[in-house]
């Protein structure tokens, strides 16, 4: 499996551009802790890029993304990208055991959280964007309510991260690409490591 296939399975599958962009994002993040931990950086990013291709088949929590693992099996996803994805939600009982698992779960809502911060700025770009304005909104519960604040503290802390060092991490991967993502807003981009 090459991130070209699994493109084409979330192209398949996903018609909300908004829902893309997360899963792009998510890619994003995966692969900026790979880099980190010298990991496997091609895996992390297909499991990143894949985590939520079944959300608009199968919305609910009985079948996403349980029902959607069959695809990716009669797809060639390996083994071990399907399990991933299956611990990234907590009701499916697959406990995350691996690294790459954890990391998935630490990625997955913090990204939109990050974006809806990223898109009310005046910039509406990642590339200004810091962890203290994020941690501002943080603390409004109606700001990006359906961005699960006790799943974002959890995964952080099963992944072994600060928080907000972890918003930080993520906001800089995510910055890699803004333009792909509709992010960048109105400031040019910025060299990595702003």
């Given amino acids: 499996m090459n991130r070209s296939e699994a493109l084409s399975i979330v192209h398949e599958f996903v ?25 496997d950086v091609e895996t992390w990013g297909l499991t990143g890029l894949l985590h939520d291709f079944d959300w608009e088949i199968h919305p609910t929590m009985e079948e996403h993304p349980t029902a959607g693992a069959p695809i990716l099996r009669e797809r060639g996803v390996p083994e071990h990208i399907i399990r991933a994805i299956l611990s990234h939600a907590d009701y499916t009982g697959i406990t995350r055991e691996t690294v790459m698992e954890k990391a998935l779960y630490a990625c997955d809502e913090v990204t939109g ?61 995510m910055r890699r690409i803004a333009p792909e993502i509709g992010l960048a807003g109105s400031i040019p981009p910025q060299p990595e490591g702003r």
């Fill in 15 to 39: 018609k909300n551009p908004n829902l893309v962009n997360h899963m792009l994002s998510v890619e994003a993040a995966m692969r900026f802790y790979a880099e980190r931990l010298g990991e």
């Fill in 113 to 173: 959280l990050i974006t809806a911060v990223a898109l009310v700025r005046p910039s509406r770009s990642l590339y200004d964007l810091k962890a203290s304005s994020v941690k501002k909104k943080w603390k409004d519960r109606s700001f990006a309510a359906g961005a699960n604040r006790k799943e974002i503290e959890n995964g952080a802390r099963e992944f072994g991260v600060d928080l907000w060092e972890h918003v930080d991490r993520v906001i800089l991967a």
